[in-house]
């Protein structure tokens, strides 16, 4: 299946770089050409796109504000004359960063990666659907531009700021880009609960409940109304007094 894609640029002659870069790449599909984000996001509510092309240095909205407007999850490759933007772009998730004027090679190099980030996607995906995270010891993450394995006995807590998720482990803390909604769907149910609006803990880990907070090795984690029943529930504490 190939890979579709956009490109997004206002200069005329990068535009030209990239479909014909695109073309000569089997695995990709170029849907359109925009010369600006607005255009773009009218292209991306009406059609299904995996991967951007995204220049930086735009008028109207700049390529790494666009990113911060999307709802969906795409994958993106910013080109950009300006290499001091490297560190924004990817602080934006990215999944790599090009240099005009950038050879085929480079270019591939990119591409490679782009396809290699859509693969884990959907495989992590499919995995989500078919076990529900029961069936599994581990799971995956992107941060730091690499892919962590986890495994579930290592994980404390994990805390929603925004669009990220702070992943506390026993020996590290990592910060990735997900919801909490498609965590949750990966996470063994027997180990895991959610305690709160910003926070799902590991049952193995909990130390103590005092009131309204859980001790989770020594970290304090507050327990919200609505999911204290919850977690009493899966203590086998629902009949106990608190």
Same mark, same amino acid.
């Given at each position: 299946?190939?890979?579709?894609?956009?490109?997004?640029?206002?200069?005329? !002659?990068? $535009?030209? =770089? #990239? +479909?014909?870069?695109?073309?000569?790449? *089997?695995?990709?599909?170029?849907?359109?050409?925009? %010369?600006?984000?607005?255009?773009?996001?009218?292209?991306?509510?009406?059609?299904?796109?995996?991967?951007?092309?995204?220049?930086?240095?735009?008028?109207?909205?700049?390529?790494?504000?666009?990113?911060?407007? !999307?709802? $969906?999850? =795409? #994958? +993106?490759?910013?080109?950009?004359?300006? *290499?001091?933007?490297?560190?924004?772009?990817?602080? %934006?998730?990215?999944?790599?960063?090009?240099?005009?004027?950038?050879?085929?090679?480079?270019?591939?190099?990119?591409?490679?990666?782009?396809?290699?980030?859509?693969?884990?996607?959907?495989?992590?995906?499919?995995?989500?659907?078919?076990?529900?995270?029961?069936?599994?010891?581990?799971?995956?993450?992107?941060?730091?531009?690499?892919?962590?394995?986890?495994?579930?006995?290592?994980?404390?807590?994990?805390?929603?700021?925004?669009?990220?998720?702070?992943?506390?482990?026993?020996?590290?803390?990592?910060?990735?880009?997900?919801?909490?909604?498609?965590?949750?769907?990966?996470?063994?149910?027997?180990?895991?609960?959610?305690?709160?609006?910003?926070?799902?803990?590991?049952?193995?880990?909990?130390?103590?409940?005092?009131?309204?907070?859980?001790?989770?090795?020594?970290?304090?984690?507050?327990?919200?109304?609505?999911?204290?029943?919850?977690?009493?529930?899966?203590?086998?504490?629902?009949?106990?007094?608190?």
């Amino acid at each position: 299946m190939k890979v579709k894609c956009l490109v997004i640029d206002d200069e005329p !002659l990068a $535009q030209e =770089v #990239l +479909v014909q870069y695109i073309g000569d790449c *089997p695995s990709l599909e170029l849907l359109q050409v925009c %010369s600006d984000a607005i255009e773009a996001g009218e292209c991306l509510r009406n059609f299904p796109v995996d991967l951007l092309f995204l220049d930086i240095n735009m008028p109207r909205l700049s390529g790494i504000r666009f990113v911060k407007t !999307l709802t $969906q999850p =795409v #994958l +993106v490759i910013f080109t950009t004359a300006y *290499p001091e933007f490297a560190a924004e772009g990817f602080e %934006s998730n990215a999944v790599d960063y090009l240099v005009k004027p950038f050879s085929f090679e480079r270019f591939m190099n990119a591409v490679n990666k782009a396809i290699e980030w859509k693969k884990f996607r959907n495989n992590k995906g499919n995995t989500a659907n078919e076990q529900s995270g029961q069936d599994r010891e581990f799971i995956l993450f992107r941060a730091d531009k690499r892919i962590y394995k986890i495994d579930f006995g290592d994980i404390l807590y994990f805390e929603s700021t925004g669009d990220y998720i702070k992943v506390n482990t026993r020996d590290k803390k990592l910060v990735v880009h997900e919801t909490f909604k498609n965590l949750i769907m990966q996470l063994p149910g027997d180990q895991f609960v959610r305690v709160h609006r910003s926070f799902v803990i590991s049952l193995a880990w909990i130390r103590m409940i005092e009131g309204n907070q859980v001790d989770v090795a020594g970290n304090r984690i507050p327990i919200g109304l609505v999911y204290k029943d919850g977690l009493l529930e899966k203590l086998n504490l629902k009949n106990h007094n608190s």
